[in-house]
């Protein structure tokens, strides 16, 4: 503002100074016609003109004649520089501060019968100094009334406006940890309402982490302390006194069991996590029919029946997670299903790229009504298979390679237990055009 001030303010006083130098020009200028025409003709110029004053030089700088009380205005080195040509106009007594006697002098080399002379004609800049001085004063005192109005209702509008932010600042302060706490936001359309809305979407999403966390701790606990508390009774037990071979063979074998069942859990766990850290899946151009051979190699023993049905094409997939998905599928199937394992595998062209449809299905009962809806959450187990060993984690791992690859995972409504694993296989853009491999 204050820039803005002093812009404006400059604007205004050299145009202010502009005209009335004109006007003060043009008044010197008919003056010194007037007194150039009657030194010419040899006479004494009108001496009793307000403001208007002259004065008259030999060529070698001695003073010839003057307005009455006027002290000369022209060193002898002037007077022979106005002779050599030099007849700009110019200016005696200062601006600031202020001079008693200020003047505007335009010498001129007039030829007169007595010889040639050095005629300066001489204005009074003092109603023009005045004038300027006081257009300086009142812009000064302008510029501090409107700097001082204007940071005055700056700062009380600034101060208004961010009232929102201290709001959002003291909750924050005040929140304590966990508690549930939001931004308190005012219904209204500008910025800092939806950056207020924002940050409690943010914080929204915070808590819903941090409760899935504890729950999924809480989860994990719960599952840990099982086989923890088995292994530890099965311990005591055969500790108490002397058993038989049977007996300790009958303990060493529940107890492998359920270190079987840790292994698993904390692979599991192992997984999750890493592929939650995955930033960008190191996706490769794979064989369906290879893949879904590595699968079944991974999650199930020989000699298990199988009817696969997979295309030889390539499938543009992060190779390793995909396989881990799917020998869940099958390790899933295997464990809690009957009968035949069918492997359905197919890619299709979709209107934004393609897709991969891998379907596992087995003869079994499937899924019971009311756990189909939970199946993919973690440390999720139907009542019927929390005798059957397993982590509650495989289907929540299959679930998250499927979004991880911009796909779903879902069961289907149909006889049997059926899982169908949906994956966008489609390349990025660089890649189709050749830019590089992607691996």
């Known amino acids: 503002m204050a820039a803005v001030l002093l812009g404006t303010s400059g604007f205004v006083y050299w145009r202010v100074e502009f005209a009335l130098n004109r006007q003060l020009n043009q008044d010197l200028r008919a003056w010194n016609s007037v007194v150039d ?63 008693s006697h200020a003047y505007r002098v335009r010498p001129k080399v007039v030829r007169t019968p007595a010889g040639e002379r050095v005629v300066l004609g001489v204005i009074s800049r003092n109603k023009r100094d005045e004038a300027l001085r006081e257009l300086l004063l009142q812009l000064a005192i302008a510029d501090v009334l409107v700097l001082a109005a204007a940071s005055f209702v700056g700062y009380r509008t600034a101060r208004a406006a961010l009232d929102p932010v201290e709001a959002y600042r003291l909750a924050a302060l005040g929140a304590e940890p966990e508690s549930g706490g939001r931004l308190p936001v005012e219904d209204r359309d500008d910025e800092l309402s939806r950056l207020g809305h924002t940050l409690n979407d943010l914080l929204e999403r915070i808590d819903t982490g941090a409760a899935r966390e504890r729950q999924f701790l809480a989860d994990a606990a719960h599952e840990l302390r099982t086989p923890l508390t088995l292994m530890t009774s099965e311990l005591d037990w055969a500790g108490l006194r002397h058993r038989s071979p049977e007996q300790m063979e009958e303990v060493i074998g529940s107890i492998r069991s359920q270190v079987a069942r840790l292994v698993e859990l904390a692979n599991a766990l192992l997984e999750l996590e890493e592929l939650r850290a995955v930033e960008t899946l190191r996706r490769e151009h794979v064989a369906v029919d290879e893949l879904i051979e590595d699968a079944i190699r991974d999650a199930l023993p020989r000699g298990t029946v199988l009817d696969v049905h997979a295309p030889s094409d390539t499938a543009y997939v992060d190779r390793r997670w995909l396989t881990i998905a799917v020998a869940n599928l099958l390790r899933n199937a295997h464990r809690h299903g009957q009968g035949e394992i069918r492997i359905e595998a197919t890619q299709s062209p979709m209107p934004s790229g393609s897709q991969l449809q891998i379907v596992v299905r087995d003869s079994g009962p499937g899924f019971p009504a009311d756990f189909a809806q939970h199946a993919f959450d973690r440390f999720s187990r139907a009542e019927t298979s929390r005798t059957t060993p397993g982590s509650g984690l495989g289907l ?7 979004h991880a690859h911009g796909g779903a995972a879902e069961i289907l409504q149909e006889p049997g237990g059926v899982v169908r694993l949906t994956v966008s296989t489609t390349p990025p853009i660089d890649l189709a055009l050749g830019s590089h491999d992607g691996h």
């Open 37 to 99: 025409r009657v030194v010419a003709d040899g006479g004494q110029p009108p001496a009793g003109t307000p403001g208007l004053k002259f004065q008259v030089y030999d060529r070698a700088g001695f003073l010839v004649t003057t307005s009455p009380g006027l002290l000369p205005l022209a060193s002898p080195s002037r007077v022979r520089d106005v002779v050599a040509g030099n007849d700009a106009d110019y200016d005696l007594g200062s601006f600031l501060p202020a001079a």
């Open 396 to 402: 929540h791992l299959v679930q998250s390679v499927a």
